[in-house]
């Protein structure tokens, strides 16, 4: 993958800066509703360095995935300040800094899986020559080869889940916001996904914000865990992972891994408590 | 996608003749319903030529001499075709499916003027009904391009514009609630008073039926991707250009096509009303006039079966290109 930022022709915005890749600070956003306020985040103080990989997980209500949409510039915050590659979330957003992978697939039905990964492409407006090479590439990278001339229903949930992520893949942005990509997925499956996006981020170096309500991906995954807590949304604890990043499945046997796992057991349970 | 028969499909897995079979058990499947509900309305039809022509029948058995009761013909005349039919069972029912001029022709007897005006007629003749049907498909077919493209104009404005989207739908309703017979001829008037006569004005009545399905249809389908789909083009930063060519089109196709089958129907019916008010020479409508001037009921029943036959014809045409089209597009229709 990293032949792949030397010539692109709409050079992508890299988090290579000095500063953090994400910057929040005393973050808010509350939704207006007919029964009054609901605040979906509250002070929220977060900041993600180039590289790392940061899960969110919570409760449903505790703003993981408001956080990740203010990142991306689809929710605007109502307070606080949040900057990503420097510049505002919508800035970011129009610069084109990151790719976003939905719960849902969502591939387009009436396009081919190679069709789905150059959507982006296309709206980016990369050269022809360089669309074919992105795809095949993005297709191996996510193991996907030889299904690029199949539709989306011609493949399994993992399958088409991992061709949504080669999408987000595709264009080579230097951060990656993961909204539960797994959740729809059966145990099994989502073990081999975790595994393949682990080794993924370990060839790319991106910087990834991923959201999850399972403990055991979170763990696995990441070199910080975020716990997060409902109404209002907030932030009850920040956990700094001590595994290596080298991660082979049988880590979550470990003690560290049984460790880190009742840290945010905890951290979840004292955030629901206090809530 | 040639190569590879979806695995779940019906029929995979199984070899060509039993392929076969299945298709051939699947057309019997419908055939023998569909012959069930044909059989049925040709029996209802034959039995109600009895008592429609139970008048024309007695008088033309009175005047062979045949005994009928009642004897006097004010008397006869005075009671319902049911009644005189059920007086005299046996000659009604013998006269009933021959006749000329009845008030109810016998589907064989619409069948022939059918198979006389198509098959026994040069295509280019009066009487032939594949040219009455070409002068009214022509104009069926000029309205329902400019019905269409007026349609998805609008869906597009309605979709992009909040103000277009309260403005215009409300009057395209509106639109539709006036009666077309009424309005027919006020537009042939208009325009023929601009110097536009011939095929335009029956096109323009044509498109005014059938913008109407494809507006709400395609304002329907542009706005059926969910939020999620919106999203994502959102993170690419795509421009509405963008989100308009690569999801809101594609995703409208299907319900484009299911507007479009509303609306050639409703055009061929706007192009027949728009023949009917000019005193037109030609086309189905025309037809349907004429014989109704002259009491030709075969001509009249069978312009009316012509046009649903050529109705079905553009429908099942442009079933072909929505599957031909929906196919290539790898969706399942």
Redesign the interface.
């Known amino acids: 993958m990293s032949d792949t930022t030397s010539d692109a022709t709409p050079e992508p915005v890299s988090g290579a800066g000095a500063g953090p890749v994400v910057s929040a600070a005393n973050l808010e956003l509350t939704f207006h509703t007919n029964d009054g306020p609901v605040h979906a985040l509250k002070d929220v103080d977060l900041e993600i360095g180039q590289g790392e990989f940061v899960s969110f997980i919570g409760p449903s209500g505790c703003g993981k995935t408001t956080f990740l949409r203010c990142v991306?510039?689809?929710e605007t915050p109502t307070g606080g300040r949040l900057s990503v590659n420097g510049m505002s979330a919508d800035a970011a957003?129009?610069?084109?800094a990151?790719?976003?992978v939905?719960q849902?697939a969502?591939l387009?039905?009436?396009?081919?899986i190679d069709g789905n990964i150059r959507?982006?492409l296309?709206?980016?407006g990369f050269s022809e020559e360089e669309k074919r090479r992105r795809v095949r590439d993005t297709l191996a990278l996510v193991d996907l080869e030889g299904f690029g001339?199949?539709?989306p229903?011609?493949l399994s949930g993992g399958m088409q889940q991992r061709a949504s992520i080669a999408r987000a893949l595709s264009?080579d942005a230097g951060l990656l916001l993961m909204d539960e990509p797994f959740g729809a997925l059966d145990e099994i499956v989502r073990d081999r996904l975790n595994e393949e996006l682990l080794a993924l981020w370990g060839r790319t170096g991106k910087t990834m914000l991923f959201v999850t309500h399972s403990i055991p991906e979170a763990v696995y995954l990441s070199t910080r865990i975020v716990v997060m807590s409902p109404r209002p949304g907030r932030i009850s604890d920040v956990i700094e992972s001590p595994l290596p990043r080298e991660r082979p499945l049988d880590i979550r046997d470990s003690r560290e891994f049984i460790d880190v796992a009742h840290r945010v057991r905890e951290g979840l349970r004292a955030g629901m408590e206090a809530a | 996608m040639t190569d590879t028969a979806p695995i779940s499909g019906q029929g995979a897995g199984i070899g060509r003749s039993a392929r076969a079979a299945l298709w051939m058990r699947g057309i019997g499947h419908t055939l023998v319903p569909v012959a069930t509900i044909v059989a049925a309305i040709l029996g209802l039809w034959y039995l109600a030529c009895i008592p429609m022509n139970a008048q024309s029948s007695v008088l033309a058995a009175a005047r062979a001499g045949i005994a009928v009761t009642p004897e006097s013909p004010a008397e006869r005349r005075q009671m319902g075709g049911l009644a005189l039919a059920l007086a005299n069972p046996e000659v009604a029912v013998s006269g009933a499916f021959g006749q000329d001029r009845a008030r109810l022709p016998a589907p064989h007897q619409v069948a022939a003027e059918l198979w006389a005006g198509t098959a026994g007629e040069p295509i280019g003749s009066n009487r032939s009904l594949v040219y009455h049907g070409w002068v009214t498909l022509s104009a069926t077919l000029l309205g329902f391009v400019i019905g269409t493209g007026l349609g998805i104009a609008l869906a597009v404005g309605i979709v992009h514009s909040r103000v277009m989207d309260m403005s215009v739908l409300p009057w395209a309703i509106v639109s539709q609630t006036v009666p077309i017979i009424a309005i027919a001829p006020m537009i042939i008037v208009v325009l023929y008073s601009i110097g536009i006569q011939g095929i335009v004005p029956k096109a323009v009545i044509s498109a005014y039926l059938s913008f109407f399905p494809v507006v709400v249809g395609m304002v329907k389908g542009l706005r059926s991707p969910d939020g999620m789909q919106l999203d994502l083009l959102a993170t690419y930063g795509a421009s509405k250009a963008q989100i308009f060519r690569k999801l809101r089109l594609p995703a409208s196709m299907p319900y484009l096509f299911a507007s479009l089958k509303i609306g050639i129907a409703a055009s061929l019916v706007g192009a027949i009303v728009g023949e009917l008010p000019t005193g037109a020479s030609a086309g189905f409508g025309a037809r349907l006039l004429a014989g109704s001037y002259y009491g030709q009921t075969e001509q009249i029943w069978a312009a009316l079966f012509a046009a649903a036959i050529l109705a079905a014809l553009c429908v099942g045409a442009l079933g072909v290109v929505e599957r031909a089209l929906l196919g290539r597009m790898g969706m399942r229709s």
């Open positions: 991306a510039g689809l957003r129009r610069a084109r990151y790719g976003y939905f849902a969502g387009y039905p009436w396009r081919t959507l982006p296309e709206i980016m001339t199949k539709y229903w011609q264009f």
